[in-house]
């Protein structure tokens, strides 16, 4: 989980320092082009960005949203490479399949159906579904889980929000996932707040939001799409750098209070 979370927050880091370095050069648009004739390299590529800078500025005012998409697709992919690797752990804290939740039991048998029925659509080649069906007959006729189809566990229906993602770890067992982070120090001291409940509310409308502004970069609709600004992204990028590792607080958390039955 270590490097999971590492190459997560190094990949949220370089976009920070990236935004840092663009708003720098943004704000020599603020600057007058000194009018005495210097002859020096470096002032002179100075003037040469400053007016590149000037005749960009409608693209430039689009590069945060640009990075709002990577940004939302590197947090779900953060997130279902971390729930596959607790599914595995939870898994291998049941003896047998019959002793797994129900949530667990049905969510891995109707996903694996699908991927088995039309692979390409999740994105694995046909040949793997002979390994998929193999796995679930081990489980589920040999009562063996020492190989999950967990690949097939993490799939959604749609972009992660709050409910996606409380969908996600209920199939492991974590019921109220939301009310967790809540309660956590970080994202009451991110939103301003002592109640927990306030936190959980602004915590899962801060997620929503930010899908809804992904969409909106992704399918933007003419000259009415608003683009998110720098400070904004900014925000987001330390609101995803906290929220990473309370996830595998309470992940772990999950996995460490089962005793193997």
């Known amino acids: 989980m270590t490097e999971y979370l590492d190459n997560y927050n190094r990949d949220l880091e370089d976009i920070k320092n990236t935004f840092n370095l663009l ?20 002032l002179n590529k100075s003037i040469d960005i400053h007016q590149k800078v000037d005749i960009s500025r409608n693209g430039i005012v689009k590069i945060p949203g640009i990075f709002v998409l990577f940004i939302g697709g590197r947090f779900e992919d953060f997130v279902k490479t971390i729930f596959e690797e607790f599914a595995i752990q939870f898994a291998h804290k049941h003896q ?22 039309s692979p390409r659509k999740f994105g694995f080649e046909n040949p793997i579904q002979n390994t998929f ?9 040999n009562n063996d889980l020492s190989t999950i189809n967990h690949q097939c566990l993490s799939f959604t229906s749609g972009n992660l929000r ?3 993602l409380t969908d ?27 109640n927990a409940n306030n936190a959980t509310q602004q915590a899962k409308n801060y997620l929503n939001n930010f899908m809804n502004a992904r ?12 683009w998110p600004s720098y400070d904004e992204v900014l925000k987001h990028i330390e609101f995803f750098k906290i929220l990473g590792p309370i996830l595998i607080q309470i992940g772990n958390m999950k996995i460490n209070s089962i005793t193997i039955s």
């Open 23 to 42: 708003k720098s050069v943004e704000n020599l648009r603020s600057l007058d082009i000194p009018l005495e004739n210097i002859d020096s390299p470096f």
């Open 96 to 117: 047998n399949y019959s002793n797994l939740p129900e949530k667990f039991k049905s969510t891995i048998i109707n996903n694996t159906t699908q991927v088995i029925t």
């Open 133 to 141: 069906i193999e796995n679930l007959y081990k489980n589920v006729i």
């Open 162 to 164: 709050s409910d996606i």
């Open 168 to 194: 996600l770890f209920k199939i492991i067992s974590v019921e109220n996932i939301w009310k967790e982070i809540g309660e956590q120090i970080q994202i009451r001291t991110f939103f301003e707040t002592d």
């Open 215 to 226: 969409n909106n970069v992704a399918h933007p609709s003419g000259g009415g799409s608003t």
